[in-house]
Nanobody, 111 residues
Framework: VQLVESGGGSVQTGESLRLSCAGS????????MAWFRQAPGREREGIAA????????YYADSVKGRFTTSRDDTINTVYLHMNSLKPEDTAVYYC??????WGQGTQVTVS
């Protein structure tokens, strides 16, 4: 299994970013995919998830109303659309399969 996140970067407060996670080596269309993040000195936090067929989504309270997740099963990719970014969103963001396969992460820095 390989998961490759991209789209991170450094932005100003209030700006937006879109993270992508391209997967291979597993059956993407039937996988529930999740996004986690980890900031320095803080516990890893699960922030979003999307079920197969886009039938259900979950958002943590910390990102609800600002972040959305979507998927394109034709290219085995999930997205995390992040709006109204805040400094407390600064973290390494990971995508994860429902078999606990993790990507390498992408850094998001908000100042």
């Amino acid at each position: 299994v390989q998961l490759v996140e991209s789209g991170g970067g450094s932005v100003q407060t209030g700006e937006s970013l879109r993270l992508s996670c391209a997967g291979s080596g597993y059956r993407h269309s039937t996988a529930t995919m999740a996004w986690f993040r980890q900031a320095p000195g803080r516990e890893r936090e699960g922030i979003a998830a999307i079920w197969p067929g886009d039938t259900r989504k979950y958002y943590a309270d910390s990102v609800k109303g600002r972040f959305t997740t979507s998927r394109d099963d034709t290219i085995n990719t999930v997205y995390l659309h992040m709006n109204s970014l805040k400094p407390e969103d600064t973290a390494v963001y990971y995508c994860v399969t429902d078999e606990a396969d993790w990507g390498q992460g992408t850094q998001v820095t908000v100042s």
